[in-house]
């Protein structure tokens, strides 16, 4: 799994501008959930082969006993229980504060691996100005400025290299047959519950696999032949012959269990809703291109008049997810949950199935004989032939002339068309436009 940096420090010290430096973009975002936090954002990194996540926090009062700074100090909190390491970020130009010393006390105490940042130092590289933050007692101290990148590099790999992280991690072979299924969701919606409800009526557990640091835990069982590996997210635990799932949310378990399966069942809560979080998580599973179902919980404890709204609320906050199957269930009272595993199996036969050239060729040339695609300037894209380019999600590429100009409408009429054709349900289609180039071109200019 990736390794997980937590940038922190007291306010404007640059811990954003970093983020940004090391995302590599502004619009790195993966997942700002509306609600659950205030300050802390979470963003993919990636230096040469190693990818990461980086934790954006907001300034860090550790004795911050009230009021907004108290929900910061929080926020903060969780964001280094989720961290393989800490990047404490100082002012090189502000000079030390009664903050930083509270600061670098907490993380002291709590002994997580720890870096420490002083930022803004360019043109300072070689001063003696730094030698005061030593006090701290948190090791060298790394001059960087993440305004201009310099320093921001070799602050990455001193980060990955004090994790011993294997230089080129043997391939593990995995069995095609068996389907790795995360559930996600809020905390309280009832995934402890569902995942209780599956073991204990399943009763084929073999056993739980502790993984990183992190505890990630992935629990392998059997229903009606078909293997699947439960990637939790719930905080599984086992406690002598019984399993126990804990409530305890976390983005970084979340992101990454999401990232480790092939199929995410995205469990909704029925009284509250499609709330922001949702919606964030929902949208981070369709980025990493994982086929989906939907399951509403609580289907039982609601009115007409709310499931109605729910309904709605799904058309309206999740339309991106039109393709994956939904699902009214009540894990409490295990009702419609047999249905939920056809979907989730069905969507992971979905996501692997593979399309031969000729047929989806002949599909493309019969969709522009039915609809042409609109002309774009002096030229009509010409379509020519199609090829699968992967899977997990499906991609479909389509070879052609002037397809720069071929719009999204299309894209979407030529999806409809390849999945009723493959009755591709549960996964994302990915349609990728490719303009061959004119081999005179060169020629015709000289």
Not at 396 to 412: A, F, P
């Amino acid at each position: 799994m990736k390794p997980v940096l937590a940038l922190v420090g007291r306010p404007n010290v640059g811990k954003s501008t970093l983020f940004n430096r090391l995302t590599k973009s502004r619009d790195a975002i993966v997942a700002d959930f509306a609600g659950l936090t205030r300050d802390r954002h979470y963003g993919n990194g990636k230096q040469g082969r190693q990818e990461f996540i980086v934790i954006d926090t907001g300034g860090f009062e550790p004795d911050a006993s009230s009021g907004i700074y108290k929900e910061m100090a929080k926020q903060t909190r969780q964001a280094v229980a989720e961290a393989d390491i800490v990047i404490f970020v100082v002012d090189a130009r502000g000079g030390l504060s009664a903050q930083d010393h509270d600061i670098a006390k907490y993380l002291r105490k709590i002994g997580k691996p720890c870096l420490l940042v002083a930022n803004k130092s360019e043109g300072m590289l070689e001063g003696i100005q730094l030698t005061e933050f030593y006090e701290l007692g948190l090791g060298d101290v790394i001059a960087i400025s993440a305004a201009h990148g310099q320093g921001t590099r070799g602050l990455v790999e001193l980060a990955l290299e004090s994790l011993n992280l294997p230089e080129d991690p043997e391939e593990i072979e995995e069995d095609p047959t068996v389907i790795k299924l995360a559930v996600a969701g809020r905390p309280n919606v009832g995934k402890s519950t569902l995942i209780n409800t599956w073991l204990g009526e399943e009763r084929l557990v073999a056993f739980d696999m502790p993984g990183t640091t992190r505890d990630a835990i992935s629990v392998p069982f059997e229903r009606q032949g078909q293997k699947f590996e439960l990637i939790d997210t719930a905080g599984l635990r086992r406690k002598g012959k019984v399993f126990e799932a804990i409530e305890k949310f976390s983005v970084v378990k979340t992101l990454q269990a999401i990232e480790s399966a092939n199929v995410v069942l995205l469990l909704l809560d029925a009284e509250q809703g499609v709330t922001d979080q949702d919606a964030h998580i929902a949208g981070y599973a369709l980025e990493s291109g994982r086929a989906m179902a939907l399951a509403i919980n609580k289907w039982d404890a609601v009115d007409e008049y709310q499931r109605q709204l729910v309904q709605r609320s799904i058309e309206t906050r999740l339309p991106f997810l039109s393709f994956a199957n939904i699902h009214f269930i009540s894990a409490k009272k295990r009702q419609g949950l047999g249905p939920v595993w056809a979907s989730i199996v069905q969507a992971h036969k979905s996501a692997m199935c593979k399309m031969s050239t000729p047929i989806l060729t002949r599909l493309l040339l019969e969709a522009v004989q039915f609809q042409s695609p609109q002309r774009g300037g002096m030229f009509r894209p010409k379509l020519r032939y199609a090829h699968q380019g992967g899977m997990n999600p499906p991609v479909i590429v389509v070879h052609g002339n002037s397809l720069e100009h071929v719009t999204d409408t299309y894209k979407r009429f030529l999806e409809g068309r390849f999945r009723k054709a493959f009755n591709l349900s549960g996964t994302p289609l990915r349609i990728e436009m490719k303009t061959s180039t004119n081999p005179f071109a060169d020629k015709e200019s000289r």
